[in-house]
């Protein structure tokens, strides 16, 4: 469990700082220039750096900070479904990056969630 948070510290402390302090860049980079500019890459560059900080503490508390790991698996199946999966299907244009970090992230927490403590 320690290691997705550490994956989540790394990865979405990145794409929180891009996005919020460089959303242009952000646009180019971490989204690969699949969505036209707009201020609401700061919103999300807002969820990341709370899911940032979350993960951070969840490093020293794994088991406590186990519900921003269903968050995650709850919005990025979300987006893959409604989002990602139809972009597909019409051959539109998306950034295929996340969506595989996505899809990996979807695959492997509901094997990494400690479900009994979570729901107990």
């Not at 490093?59 to 269903?70: S, T």
């Not at 199946?77 to 051959?91: D, N, S």
């Not at 990056?97 to 990996?104: E, N, R, S, T």
């Amino acid at each position: 469990m320690k290691i997705m948070y550490l994956a989540n510290v790394l990865v979405a402390g990145w794409i929180s700082v891009s996005c919020l302090f460089s959303p242009k860049t952000a646009q180019q980079t971490v989204f690969t220039d699949a969505f036209a500019y707009s201020e609401s890459f700061r919103l999300v560059g807002a969820l990341w750096f709370a899911i940032f900080v979350l993960s951070a503490l969840g490093l020293f508390y794994p088991r406590q900070m186990a519900l921003v790991l269903v968050l995650q698996l709850i919005y990025k199946g979300t987006w893959l479904v409604v989002a990602a999966a139809p972009a597909i299907m019409k051959e539109d244009s998306y950034p295929k990056g996340m969506a595989m970090f996505f899809l990996v992230w979807v695959l492997v927490l509901p094997f990494v969630i400690p479900w009994r403590e979570v729901f107990g």
